[in-house]
Every structure is written in C-alpha cells, then in structure tokens.
T-cell receptor, first 114, second 113 residues
Framework: KQEVTQIPAALSVPEGENLVLNCSFTDSAIYNLQWFRQDPGKGLTSLLLIQSSQREQTSGRLNASLDKSSGRSTLYIAASQPGDSATYLCAVGLWETSGSRLTFGEGTQLTVNP | KAGVTQTPRYLIKTRGQQVTLSCSPISGHRSVSWYQQTPGQGLQFLFEYFSETQRNKGNFPGRFSGRQFSNSRSEMNVSTLELGDSALYLC????????????FGPGTRLTVL
C-alpha cells in the first residue's frame, strides 16, 4: 500500500526566507506527483505537476523536484511571502487494477510571518 | 474558463438520513474523482469516473455510491448517514484519468448531527 509522508508537519518562517518542503512515498510505481496548496476551509489549488519521467517543474517562485528511484519530492519556495501561508499537500498518482487514484500526504502547514 | 463547481457548499443532516452531492467538472474534462477530507484521516480517495463508468473505488462502505452523467457531471450519495461521515467532500476533474493535472472544486462541507 502506498504511503506518503510530508516533513515537516508545520513550519513557521519570516517573510523573505527560502524554504523547502519534503514529500516521500513508499512505492515508486507512480505516474505523476502533484503539489497543492489548501487555504483553511477551502478546496485544493494545483501548484505543480511532475510526470514520472520528469525531474523538476518550475512556476514563478516555486520549484518542485522528483526523484522517483528514492521516492522523494521537494517543493522549493523562494522569497516567501505572508500570502504563501497555507497547507501544502503532495499527492502521488497511482495505477490500480481497474483505474487510478491520488494518494495524499498529511500536508505541511506553512506560516510566513511579516 | 469556469473551474470545478460543487453544490451545495454546506449541508447539515442528522444520523440515518441520506445526502446527494453534486460536482460539475471543468468544460471538456471527462474524468471526475471524489475525495473525503477529515482532520483524523486526511484526504481519502472515494471514486474515479470516466465516460459514465466507475473505474476505481476506494475503501469505503457500500453506503457511499456515485455516478457520472453523459455531460460528465457527477453525483455522490451517502445513505444512512453516521456521525463519522462529517467531512469536507472534494471533487476533482481532469481531461482524462491518470497523467493529467487534477483540478479540485471548493468542496461540500457535510455535518452530521
């Protein structure tokens, strides 16, 4: 059974700091990995999608890497801002016998202090 | 382009009742998936639909069911509600299953009293 772990569970940083969020998964037979952010009481906003054949993706101040062989992904946030405060979730896409699913980590709750 | 919409946004029900939640995917998306989010269990997969067919199902009791219509809209139903069914129910759509980016709706907050 695929397990996804995110470290740290919570992180508090001053504005302007660069930071790294970590995601690890136990089964490397994934077809993609997606990073989301979730604001309190809201749905998930897609940040970055990395296909299993890719090593990294970038969008603005965000950069995500994927090392499928070691079962790890990192989300790098440059020059953090208070508006980045949210819970960040990673999810791995898996094929199963009859279909597919995303398996999520528990998330990292990020607070960026002004 | 409109995003994924879910109705209703909030629901309060009592134990034993049943509920139907609705999801309209992004135009052109034919795959819809449902997830349950609770503080204790996090995000758990419920169903995956594509072209009106349920392709995959998570580890939930038979009280949880769903369907997809020819216009790709999807509904999920929970019968005989239990207190533990209180959760945020999230719907995601993608062009096709697997590979493609999943886009989530705002969710339906279900409270069972």
């Amino acid at each position: 059974k695929q397990e996804v772990t995110q470290i740290p569970a919570a992180l508090s940083v001053p504005e302007g700091e660069n930071l790294v969020l970590n995601c690890s998964f136990t089964d490397s037979a994934i077809y993609n990995l997606q990073w989301f952010r979730q604001d309190p009481g809201k749905g998930l906003t897609s940040l970055l999608l990395i296909q299993s054949s890719q090593r990294e993706q970038t969008s603005g101040r965000l950069n995500a890497s994927l090392d499928k062989s070691s079962g790890r992904s990192t989300l790098y946030i440059a020059a953090s801002q208070p508006g980045d405060s949210a819970t960040y979730l990673c999810a791995v896409g898996l094929w199963e016998t009859s279909g597919s699913r995303l398996t999520f980590g528990e998330g990292t709750q990020l607070t960026v202090n002004p | 382009k409109a995003g994924v919409t879910q109705t209703p946004r909030y629901l309060i029900k009592t134990r034993g009742q049943q509920v139907t939640l609705s999801c309209s995917p992004i135009s052109g998306h034919r795959s819809v998936s449902w997830y349950q989010q609770t503080p204790g269990q996090g995000l758990q997969f419920l169903f995956e639909y594509f072209s009106e067919t349920q392709r995959n199902k998570g580890n939930f009791p038979g009280r949880f069911s769903g369907r997809q219509f020819s216009n790709s809209r999807s509904e999920m139903n929970v019968s005989t509600l239990e207190l533990g069914d209180s959760a945020l129910y999230l719907c995601a759509s993608s062009v096709t299953p697997s590979y493609n980016e999943q886009f989530f709706g705002p969710g339906t907050r279900l409270t069972v009293l």
